[in-house]
């Protein structure tokens, strides 16, 4: 099966659940930024979660499908269309031979994840599909699509699910777009001065333009440590929230280096890193302090809620 790039859109690359094993050597994991809407948009077709999904960033592309499939889109809103058909969002959409996907004014959020029934088709690199832009690998030849490109799918292997219409999601996991960001102390929370602490988690910060799939820088009340500490470099994860010396914070995202020493304000919860992947830069955030427990217990709560998910793809 395949699909034709009519337009690339600004930046369409392929994502999966990241490389896995080998930062260790310097390589950046990579992976969906918003992973529970990559991992929804493949159980709505049929598909593992270990499927790349078409990462769409802003402004989308259009694609003309070359036989019959079925997608599903999950993540930002930004206005799809099949032919002059609306796409609705975390739904299973029938596509005809000849039709073509494309997308319009953003509505909300920033990113959205297209599947494609049986999953597209790539060697991996390292194990993963996911495309690293900066360093030429993975994906569709490494970078993001252009116009003209040709892309394969692999043939279904299962019918397509079906899902009941209801809430995919319990709302304590999903909370508000505009709901405060829940963190985790970082391992030298309790090196940051007592005004530190107060500004992180009561003044609002704002997404820096230079905020991307490495990154993203905030704006706002500087963080200062009590005392000058010197802080040994070591493996960064996803949602780590570095300060550097000019006290603007700064929270790693799915291409983040592989290691880093400046020290560490808090740790982004799993559940969140989705609300926080669809922020665009000039808005806003706010972050509330949660205890390793509750992050935990959201944690398994999503697993649960995923596991119901895509227990009808397998039944």
Not at 25 to 51: C, Q, S
Not at 77 to 93: G, N
Request: glycine share 10%; net charge neutral.
């Amino acid at each position: 099966m395949n699909i034709e790039v009519i337009k690339p859109g600004a930046l369409s690359t392929f994502q999966d659940l990241g490389r896995v094993g080998f930062q260790h050597l310097g390589i950046p994991a990579n992976g969906a930024m918003d992973e529970r809407a990559h991992r929804i948009a493949n159980a709505l077709v049929g598909n593992a979660a270990t499927n790349a999904t078409l990462e769409i960033t802003l402004m989308g592309p259009t694609l003309r499908f070359l036989h019959d499939t079925v997608i599903a889109l999950s993540g930002a809103d930004l206005d799809a269309k099949l032919d002059a058909t609306p796409v609705p969002l975390d739904r299973a959409t029938m596509v005809p031979a000849g039709s073509e996907l494309s997308f319009g004014k953003r509505r909300s959020g920033l990113r959205a994840y297209l599947a494609v029934r049986g999953g597209f088709r790539f060697d991996p690199v390292m194990g993963s599909a996911s495309t690293y832009t900066r360093g030429g690998y993975g994906g569709h030849a490494g970078r993001p699509l252009k116009k003209g490109d040709l892309l394969a799918a692999h043939a279904p292997t299962r019918p397509v699910p079906h899902h009941p219409d209801r809430t995919l999601f319990d709302e304590n996991i999903l909370s508000a777009p505009d709901a405060p960001i829940r963190v985790l102390p970082g391992r030298e929370w309790q090196y940051f001065s007592m005004q530190a602490q107060q500004t992180f988690l009561h003044e609002p910060y704002r997404l820096a333009p230079q905020s991307d799939r490495m990154g993203y820088r905030l704006e706002g009340g500087r963080l200062d440590l009590s005392a000058p500490r010197d802080v040994a470099s070591e493996a960064v994860g996803f949602g780590a929230i570095q300060v550097p010396a000019d006290g603007q914070p700064i929270i790693l995202m799915a291409d983040r280096q592989t290691t880093g020493g400046y020290p560490k304000i808090g740790h982004v919860c799993a559940v969140d890193l989705p609300r926080l992947a669809q922020k665009m830069p000039g808005e806003s955030v706010r972050f509330t302090r949660v205890d390793l427990e509750t992050a935990q217990r959201l944690l398994l709560l999503q697993e649960d809620c995923f596991a119901a998910l895509e227990q009808h793809g397998h039944g």
